[in-house]
Structure formats: structure tokens, C-alpha cells
């Protein structure tokens, strides 16, 4: 088999990776042993180590009831006082060896050893562990361990009371081998015991003799780390997982002990499960090995058939058939081949002309468009003359989809499309970018006229359509771009014109030209529509809040809350600049239920500390369409226990008329929930007053445009807010002025009635924190008595 074969190469790539997945399996599951096992051992060595401690512990508590027993026995008082020291020397030998104890001394109160069971050899010595003494004195027991001769003990000092303390009585187990063996029997672990002050350090241990010697050269190197301390030893030929765990004494001796546990051991049975897995995956391989070859053999061939078959295709050989009859992917595949040698041709030309044209009107697409608007460039350049790109976007295309169907839609560009080609002259392009965006390129001897081009544009589309028996008016919005004025490239021309289209779309008019600077606007505003939706979960929005003061009383009544944007590049964006592309990007319900959840929230936190202020929040015009806003409303209400009537939601004439039956019932299931309804930039909408007597509202807010230059000489805006100060009232409802910054038009609302105002004259909208203060300390506030303004 020639090593450069498709058949080599698959059956060496079915090997490794056969080779890969065993090693990779064998490796993982080695790794994973070896971890375990350590693990394992560090686990059962720190539970060694409790129960090391746990058995010294119930070890004292038994030394300290036996010694309790022995200082409450009526005779061993009398025998102390009496001073008969051998009959004290007995007392205390006969109670140590019932308990197996090993040292018991009597202490007499000034701390000298009056009798011990070691042979005397303390007997009229200062007691040398003097600080079990002293917390006894204060506990009325102590107990620790300490070393005597050389040894570790366990001891216990309580009082000899007879009432008073009469005498100390001490016991003791010493720290043996008992207590190590009980430790390996229950857990299997070695334990050691070893304090680096004595001479010989290694004090005991259940190693085996060999192994005590070793370790007892090492102690010293161990015994001074003060703290658990887990490692690895070596100590012959065994590797040891071990823990050294300092023994807290009561005269400061360096006692440790040391928990073992061998590695070895405690990786055998890994060990024989890595011998097992390897043995079967190498009996795996083997058979793999075989498959692959038969498996090789029998891709490799169909596929040199297939490979001959191609190379014909690619030469334009279209008659010879590729004849493989495989029930299987490949002989599937060699139809597929077949089939394609018939349709192939067509295929290339019908995809060049995809690839360049819309397939719904058939005009040029936006690559063949950027094609023929780089030529046409090309060639201004060698003539002089000025070439003019118009985008055009259709207005409101969207609901003509929504209301009349996809289909009408796409018959009315089509329509447009075809109207755009019989408009201009043959040495023009028309192109549709996309969707519902057409654009045009027009040689022009002068940039002045690009306008005429568009101004016919619009003539030719803004003519009536009449589609299925439907007679529909469309308008666009075009923006114009001049090449060399504007931009010298092709990309740059469309991305100027396309600026200026959206110029024209934010005017309303037909057409814009393009400025320098706009880009940076338009990127401006594009940075912020991205970042919009981030901003709740990043807490950038704050409110701020603005008073309405009650014109008869001059306090405040109601609390306008106004949202800002903290835009951490932009510094404090206001609503003007945000809120219209959060209507736009769909992104207004998320702003305003935030804004309804903080004011409520506030306003409930003023009603509760007594202030008894009512927040007003203003609604989009989106939000008249959501017909769980009552709802959502009501629970926050419900959430924080504040009345329906301390809301107040203000909703802009416009925003009612875009759809009068639908925010009619929103407004009026609002209104069964108690919540006040106010309409909000009153005279600059367009509802009558038939209109209006049918809405469920409490207050009239006049516009600030009106109340702004109110002054007494100021005829026109006087007779507008007085007859609108009148009508309200006559229909029952309170009026509300904003936009006060003078104590002239204070004045005069005052004299004509006005319910309540708000304006730079009394404060601008405040952060939180600043509006509680304003509220407690201003005239116009709750806290202090008015005075002349």
C-alpha cells in the first residue's frame, strides 16, 4: 500500500485515534488514581488525627471523674488532714490502678507535692506543672498534657474541698502505646509521638523498629512546625502520606505526633484496575487494527471512482456517467455527481445572476449596486463631472405589511422598483439595497441638481398605488450624497447618503443633503440605541424628581419622577436624548416598568416616614399597549402599600390618539384600580373636546410653551391658559402649569386659578437625595414655614 494513499491515511488516522483515546483514557484514569489516593490519604489522616484527639479527650474525662471520686472520699480527706503520708500514698495508688493511671500526686495548697505514686521522687518538690494549678484555682479543674521524665502525660488537677479547697489532687495517664495502637486499629494508620526538646526525640510510635529509627533522626526536623502540617515521607523504601499535628500542652513542651499513611498500600487496588484496563484496550486495538483495514480498503476504492468522475466534470466532460452502484452515502453521492453534470451550466449562470440582482424586483442588489457606483466614479473622475447618490427608505412600510400582508408588500416594491427604472434614464441605476431601502446613481453636471432627481422621485412615489382593488399613498425618505463634495469612494458616498436619509426621516421631509459632522451624531445615537438595553442591568438609570406646589396652600403636593441616563462615556443623558430610541428599539416597557418600580417604591417610603406626597410618572405612548400594565401596576402598589391615588400617570394627547380604543381601555381599568390620570402637554395635541370629556382623567397639565413667556402684557398665551384653566375646572378636572420660571407668571396663575405649577421657579428636577432634603428644608417644602420667595 503506497504510504500516500487515501487508504493509508485513513487506516493510520483510525489507529491514532484509537492509540490517542487509550492513551488519553489510560493517562485520565492513572492522574485520577493518583489523586484520589492522595486525597484519600489526607482524608483518613485528618480524621485520624480527631480521633487521636477524641480518644485523649475521653481518656480526661474518665481520669476526671475518677480523681472527682477520689477527692469527695470522706477517708482521703481525713488522711490529709492528718498529713499521714503514706496512708495518702496509698489512697492515691489504689485509685490510679483502678483507672489504669500512671501518676497521681497530692498537691498541697502553697504547691508543693506532698505524696506521689512515681517513688517519691517528687515528694517535697514544687508540683512542676504550677500553671494546672492556677486554672484550676480559677475553673475549680484543669487538665492538659505535659511531660514527666521524659514522658508525655495526661493529667488532671482538681480540689480537694472540705468545704473549702484543702489540698490539689493530680492524676495522670502517660501517652503510650496503647493509646497509638487504639488509633491503628481503628483507622490503619501509623501514629507517632515525639517531643524535639528531649534528648531522644522519638518518644513512641507503631512503625516497625527499622523504620522508629529513621524517623526518630528526622523529628527534629518536623517537630518545630507549630500548625498542621500535611507532607510526604520517605522513609526507607516506603513513601508515606503523613499530617503533623502539634499537641497542645499545658507546660509548653514541643510534643507532636505524626499520622502515616502508606501510598503504596493505599494505591493497590488502583494499581491492579490500571492493569485490567490497559490489557483490555490493548485487546480493543488489536481488533481495531483489523476492522480498519477492511473498513480502509473498502472507502478508498468507490472514492478513486469518484475522484475520476470529477476530474472529467472538470474538464467539461458531461457525457460520461460515474458508475458505482452502492446502496450506501457513496453510491448516493455518485447520483448526486450524475445530476449535476446535467444541471451545472445552468446552475453557474442562474447563480452569477443571484449573486448580483434582488430577486424580487429584479433590479441590481447592493453588491452589483457598490460595482456601479465605484465605476461610475471612476469615470466622474476622468470627466469632471459630479455623480449623486439617493437612498430612499419608504415611511410607515412596516404597517403596510403588518395591516395588508407580506404579499401586498412585496407587490408594492415591486411596483416602486418598476416605476424608479421607467423614471430615469438608462445611464442611471436603480438598485434596491434591502427591505424596503431602494437606491439610485445619476450623473450631474452641478450637485443642485441631485435635489430635482429627488424631488422626482418622490413625485413618481408618492403618485397612488392601486394593488388588488387597494388604492394606497406611500411616501420615502431619500438622502443625497455627491461625489467629490462628500466622499471619493463608493463605500463612503453610501454611508454619507444613507446619514442623510435618516437626517430626513428624523425631519419629516422628503429629502436631506448630506452635512459634514453627521456622522458623528449618527454614531452617537447608534452607541446609545446598542447600549440602551444594558443600562437597567448595569443601574445607570436614576430619577430625578421635580415638585408641583399647590398654588393656594404653597406647599408641595405632587412629585414629578424624571428618568436620566448615568451614560458612563456620555456623563447624565436626559430623557429627550434616549427615550425616542427606546420607543424605537422596543425598549421602552423595560425603562418605564423600571421607572414605575423606583417611584413607587420612593413615594411609598415618603408616605411612610409621614410626608404624605403623591409621585406622577409619565407614560410612552407604547405603553397605552400593554394590557398588563394595570395589572403590573397594581402590584407594585400592593408590594409596597401605598394607595392607588398616590399615582399619578401622565399621558400625552398624541399618545391617546394613536390609537383611542385601545389606550381607552387601558385608561379605564387604570382608573378602576384608583390610580389619578393626567393628560400631559396640554394644546399641543390634536384631540378634540368631544374627545377629551370621554376620558377618564383627574388633571390637565397646560404645556410649558404656553406658560414659559406668560406675562400680563403677553395676550395670546394668557387667553390660552386662562380658557384652558376654565375648561378644566368646568369638567371637573384639576390644572396643572409647568414650565413656571418667573413669580410674575406665578402670580398670575394665582389669580386665575390654577390648581397647582411646577417650574424652574420653585426647583428643577432633584436626585433623590437632594429632593428630601429640598423637601425638609425648603419654603415651598414641608418642613418649614413659607416666606417671601
Known sequence: MPIRSFQTKLLYLLVAVLVLLQAATLIAVHVAGERTVRNTAAAELRVGSRLFDRILAGRGRQLSDTVRVL??????????????????????????????????????????????????????????????????ETRGESSGIATLDERPYQLVVVPVLAPRPIAWVCMGFAIDE???????????????LWNAATRAPLLISTLPQQERGELGMRAKALAPRGRDLDETLEIGDVHYQALTHPLQTADNSRIHTLLQRSIEEAGRPYRHLELQIFALSTL??????????????????????????????????????????????????????????????????????????????GLPNRTLFHDRLSEAIEKARQSGESVAIIIMDLNRFKEINDTLGHQFGDELLFEIGHRLTGTLRDSDTVSRLGGDEFAVTVFVREGSLATDVAQKIGDVVEAPFTLAGVSIDVTASMGIALYPQHATDAETLMKRADVAMYE???????????????????????????????????????????????????????????????????????????????????????????????AIADCGKWNADGHGLTVAVNLSALDLFDVDLPTYIGGLLAEVGLSPSKLVLEITESAIMRDPAAALRVLRELKQRGVTLAIDDYGTGYSSLAHLKRLPVDELKIDKSFVLNLRRTSKDDLVIVRSTIELGHNMGLRVIAEGVENAEAWDILRDLGCDMAQGYYVSRPLPLADFGKWVEESPWGLGRVKSEV
Open 71 to 136: 477527692a469527695s472520699d470522706f477517708a482521703f480527706r481525713e488522711a490529709i488532714a492528718s498529713g499521714d503520708r503514706p496512708t495518702i500514698t496509698s489512697v492515691l495508688t489504689n485509685h490510679g490502678s483502678r483507672i489504669s493511671a500512671d501518676a497521681a500526686f497530692l498537691i498541697s495548697l502553697d504547691g508543693t507535692v506532698v505524696a506521689d505514686t512515681l517513688g517519691d521522687r517528687l515528694t517535697g518538690r514544687a508540683f512542676p506543672l504550677p500553671a494546672l494549678v492556677r486554672e484550676a
Open 178 to 192: 496503647r493509646a497509638l495502637d487504639e488509633v491503628r486499629r481503628l483507622t490503619g494508620l501509623d501514629v507517632s
Open 284 to 361: 480493543a486495538l488489536i481488533l481495531a487494527l483489523i476492522a480498519s483495514v477492511f473498513f480502509a480498503r473498502g472507502v478508498s476504492r468507490p472514492l478513486e471512482e469518484l475522484a475520476e468522475g470529477a476530474q472529467r466534470i472538470e474538464r467539461g466532460d458531461y457525457a460520461t456517467a460515474i458508475d458505482i452502484r452502492q446502496a450506501d452515502e457513496i453510491g448516493r453521492l455518485a447520483k448526486a455527481f450524475n445530476r449535476m453534470r446535467t444541471g451545472i451550466a445552468d446552475r453557474e449562470e442562474h447563480i452569477r445572476y443571484q449573486a448580483t440582482h434582488d430577486s424580487l424586483t
Open 504 to 598: 430626513a426621516k428624523k425631519n419629516h421631509a422628503d429629502f436631506a443633503v448630506y452635512e459634514p459632522g453627521r456622522d458623528e451624531h449618527s454614531l452617537r445615537r447608534l452607541a446609545i440605541l446598542s447600549e440602551l438595553r444594558h443600562s437597567i442591568a448595569r443601574d445607570e438609570l436614576v430619577l430625578h424628581y421635580q415638585p408641583k406646589i399647590d398654588v393656594v396652600t404653597e406647599r408641595i403636593a405632587h412629585a414629578e419622577a424624571l428618568v436620566r441616563w448615568r451614560h458612563p462615556v456620555h456623563g447624565l443623558l436626559g430623557p429627550d436624548e434616549f427615550i425616542p430610541l427606546a420607543e424605537q428599539s422596543g425598549n421602552i416597557a423595560v425603562i418605564t416598568k423600571w421607572v414605575l418600580r423606583r
